[in-house]
């Protein structure tokens, strides 16, 4: 029974040498991967970045503006004036917050699609290549043992 065990192993062992894998080729593609994550997450972190900056001004104008609101007024009148205004100040600048919000999300879509057009064209790249050095050695592997017997 050891013997069967240990015949079957050289037999594999045998059949591997004969068709050698290549290790590099997945390396490359695991450095690709890599790159591509890193690119991407880079996208990511500058548009949480941009989107933090306009939300923080944002806030500021509207405390700012806040500020003026609760002022004592002399007229009751002052009062309804200073919310309309407030209610204006307010519209006009979520219309202009959303959007630098909406350019932040064009900006990012198009680096998404730009960055998976060239990824997809880097691994197509990477696998003909594969496919082609795996066949010629599996080629020379069999011609080889062709010629052995």
Known sequence: MAKTTNDMTKMMQDMMAAFPVDATAMQDVFKSSAALGEKLSAVALEAAASSTEISSKW????????????????????????????????????????????EVAKKVQMETVELMLAAGKDFSEEATAAVKKATNDVTTAAKKAAAAK
């Open 59 to 102: 806030t500021k104008e509207t405390i700012a503006k806040a500020a003026t609101l609760t002022k004592v007024k002399d007229e009751p009148t002052d009062y309804t004036k200073a919310m309309t205004d407030f209610a204006s100040a307010q519209a006009e600048m979520t219309a202009e917050n959303m959007a630098a919000f909406a």
